[in-house]
């Protein structure tokens, strides 16, 4: 029997409101709950990509890693998010590691189940074409971090991204993120990420507290550069 957590997290995720009674119920009967410890792999990169995996509980990120130990992390699903449905869609092994950054609980939709409404159901269709769009546009927008903001924009930046009403839709204004997972989440280190977020602070645009941040001007984050972005060079062309 699938735990309350897990049915509930299922009934009220965006893609649910696309299904009938009768699906979402076989949904619920087919799919089964993980519990993952602090740096256990959710998906590991090569192995075969069998599940469609929800955040009942916890964070995840989603990073590739070298042969000599470097990894370059993506973005992290938190409570509420999905992932994993681009390997879903392409046959294969997993292409990334989704590593738990704290215990994380996850609902596990199996490949069948998966196929099974993307053949039959124009509506959950729409739903994965909205979320990939979602996700490729954090992607984008990640790389124009990387490559043109400095360090505290990136910070701010990384925090707003969480905002995705379709990624990430149990958002509240409260960020419940340490220090080390925002730095870990906007390639920066723990030292440099404290450093941005008291510097966002002074800016009014969120309150350090403890467990996290608290968001108080979003709009302003997803468009700070700082004096460091300001300096940052322009794109070739």
């Known amino acids: 029997m699938p735990s309350k ?5 299922l009934r009220e995720s965006l ?3 696309t299904l009938t009674d009768e699906e979402l119920d076989r ?4 799919s089964h709950e993980r519990e993952v410890p602090v740096a256990g792999f959710v998906m590991r990169q090569g192995e075969p990509a069998d599940l469609w995996f929800g955040i009942i509980e916890g964070l995840v990120k989603m990073s590739v890693s070298q042969a000599d130990g470097r990894v370059s992390t993506f973005t992290g699903v938190t409570a509420g998010g999905w992932a ?9 092994p997993w292409r990334y590691d989704g590593v738990a950054m ?15 409404l993307v053949s039959t159901n124009l509506g959950f269709n729409r739903f994965l074409l909205s979320h990939i769009n979602a996700r490729l546009s954090l992607f984008i927008g990640l790389m124009e971090f990387d490559r043109l903001l400095g ?18 839709p ?7 993120l340490s220090q080390d997972e925002i730095g870990l989440l906007s390639a920066v280190s723990r030292q440099r990420a404290n450093r941005a977020l008291h510097e966002l602070e002074r800016a009014g645009l969120l309150r350090v507290e403890h467990g996290g941040v608290e968001v108080i001007d979003l709009g302003g984050l ?15 062309r």
């Open 5 to 9: 957590a897990m049915e509930s997290m």
């Open 15 to 17: 893609w649910a409101k």
């Open 27 to 30: 949904v619920v009967r087919e």
């Open 84 to 92: 994993g449905e681009g390997s879903l869609l392409n046959p294969g």
């Open 102 to 116: 704290r215990a994380t609980r996850v609902a596990c939709v199996p490949r069948h189940t998966f196929e099974r």
């Open 151 to 168: 360090p505290d924009a990136r910070v701010a930046r990384c925090l707003a991204s969480l905002f995705d009403p379709i990624l990430y």
């Open 170 to 176: 149990q958002a509240s204004s409260f960020v419940r």
């Open 222 to 236: 997803r468009s700070y550069l700082g004096e460091e972005g300001a300096l940052a060079p322009s794109p070739r």
